[in-house]
C-alpha cells in the first residue's frame, strides 16, 4: 500500500527534545542535579502508576483523561531528569530504567497503589494539588532551566488540580458506596502526605533555586481543606507515616512498579525502534 495515503510521517524527522522545556544546554551543580532528580522520580512515578488505568478506567473518557494527565507529568519528568543527567552525563533514559529502587529519590505519595478509582483519586488530589504550589513557586527559580520547566509544568498541573477536585466532589457526594469508598481512600492516602512538606538539608543548600517545601504546606492545607468542606470529608488526622523517599527509603510497592517499568529496557539492552 503506498505510503502516500497517510502522508509523511516519519519518526526520525520529529524533533522530540524541542518538547522539553528548560534545555538550554546549561549542566547543574550536583546539588541541582539532586534537586531535580526529587522533582523528575516524582513525576516519573505518577505517569507510570495513572498509565496503568488506560482500558481500566470507570468510563471511556476517563481514560483518555488519565492518560493525557500521565503524559504531562512524563513531560516534567523528562524535562527534569534530563537536566539532572546533564551533570553527569547520564541521559533522562538511563536515569528512568537503570538505577535500582535505593537510587529513587520521590516521596512515597506517589508510590502508592492505585487501588479502586476512589484511591487513585485521593493520591491524585493530594499529589497535584502539592504540586500546583510547588510548580508556581518554582517557577520563581533563580535557576533558569528549573524555573522554564515549572512555568510551563504550573499551566498542566492546573489542570490535574481541577480535574482531581472534580471527581472527589462527584466520588464523595454520589451513592452511598462511591462515597464511603472516598472517604476509605482519603483515610489511606492521607498519612503520606506530610513527606512532602519536610525540609532537608538539600534545601539549605539551595536558597533561592530550591522552593522549600514546609512553605507550601499552609495554601495546601487551605484548598484541601475547601474541598472537603465541599465534599463533607473531615481531613484525616492520623499518624504521619516514616516516608523516606528522598533517601532511598521506599515504599514496598515501588520495587513492583520499576520491575514492569524497566523491563523491557532492561530486556533488550542497546535496542532501538
Known sequence: MSSDLHGDVTVERLRLADELAGDDGTAPSADVAEYALWLGDDALILAQQLGAWIAHAPELEEDVALANIALDLLGHARSLLRYAGSFDGRTEDDLAFWRDEPQFRCTWLFEQPNGDFAQTIARQLAASVYLFEMYGALAHSADPTLAAIAAKAVKEVEYHRDHAVQWTLRLAGGTDESRARMLRAVADVWPY?????????????????????????????????????????????????????????????????????????????????
Request: charged share 25%.
Open 193 to 273: 502526605v506530610d513527606e512532602l512538606f519536610r525540609d532537608e538539608p538539600l534545601i539549605d543548600r539551595l536558597d533561592g533555586v530550591a522552593v522549600r517545601p514546609s512553605t507550601l504546606r499552609a495554601e495546601f492545607d487551605a484548598v484541601i481543606e475547601a474541598v472537603f468542606a465541599e465534599a463533607s470529608i473531615e481531613v484525616p488526622a492520623g499518624q504521619p507515616s516514616s516516608g523516606g523517599g528522598r533517601h532511598g527509603d521506599h515504599f514496598p510497592t515501588l520495587a513492583y512498579l520499576l520491575a514492569e517499568m524497566q523491563v523491557l529496557a532492561r530486556r533488550h539492552e542497546g535496542e532501538t525502534w
